[in-house]
């Protein structure tokens, strides 16, 4: 099974966390204080569950705003999730259909898809418009850890 690096953010160690623990919270093996949600995969966001997961997340968020029917967005999903594998324990990926969700989308002023927004406690950090390669999303997410 894959494993991803957690860094504790009480005491800077390294922790190997293991997929089926996505979104599960885990303990530092070294002080055994929580250990920030690790996320793999892109989580499906609603207006329903978007603020609470927010809320519960403590690290930056790579929100990605897409629809069914945008066949760019179609192709740039697989970098969508190759970046969130990428990001695995630094950073959650997730995604917002806004063909479902279009107030979510209005309140981030969505006005052409894909857009990429990077949150942090909730706020707009910086926006990429466009498809994009998943090395140049998580170099783009590097320059704001
Ligand atoms: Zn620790």
């Given at each position: 099974?894959?494993?991803?690096?957690?860094?504790?953010?009480?005491?800077?160690?390294?922790?190997?966390?293991?997929?089926?623990?996505?979104?599960?919270?885990?303990?530092?093996?070294?002080?055994?204080?929580?250990?920030?949600?690790?996320?793999?995969?892109?989580?499906?966001?609603?207006?329903?569950?978007?603020?609470?997961?927010?809320?519960?997340?403590?690290?930056?968020?790579?929100?990605?705003?897409?629809?069914?029917?945008?066949?760019?967005?179609?192709?740039?999903?697989?970098?969508?999730?190759?970046?969130?594998?990428?990001?695995?324990?630094?950073?959650?990926?997730?995604?917002?259909?806004?063909?479902?969700?279009?107030?979510?989308?209005?309140?981030?002023?969505?006005?052409?898809?894909?857009?990429?927004?990077l949150?942090k406690?909730?706020?707009?950090i910086d926006?990429?418009?466009?498809?994009?390669?998943?090395?140049?999303?998580?170099?783009?997410?590097?320059?704001?850890?």
């Open positions: 099974m894959s494993t991803y690096v957690v860094t504790c953010s009480f005491c800077g160690t390294a922790n190997r966390v293991q997929a089926d623990k996505e979104g599960k919270s885990g303990r530092c093996g070294n002080c055994h204080k929580n250990l920030p949600l690790m996320y793999y995969r892109p989580q499906q966001l609603t207006e329903r569950t978007f603020d609470s997961f927010i809320n519960a997340y403590n690290g930056p968020v790579l929100a990605e705003f897409w629809a069914p029917w945008c066949p760019h967005c179609r192709a740039f999903d697989p970098a969508v999730r190759k970046a969130a594998e990428m990001l695995a324990g630094k950073a959650a990926v997730i995604q917002v259909n806004t063909q479902e969700n279009p107030v979510l989308a209005g309140r981030f002023g969505v006005s052409s898809i894909p857009v990429l927004f949150l406690h909730g706020k707009i926006r990429l418009s466009g498809a994009q390669s998943s090395e140049a999303i998580v170099a783009w997410v590097r320059r704001h850890l």
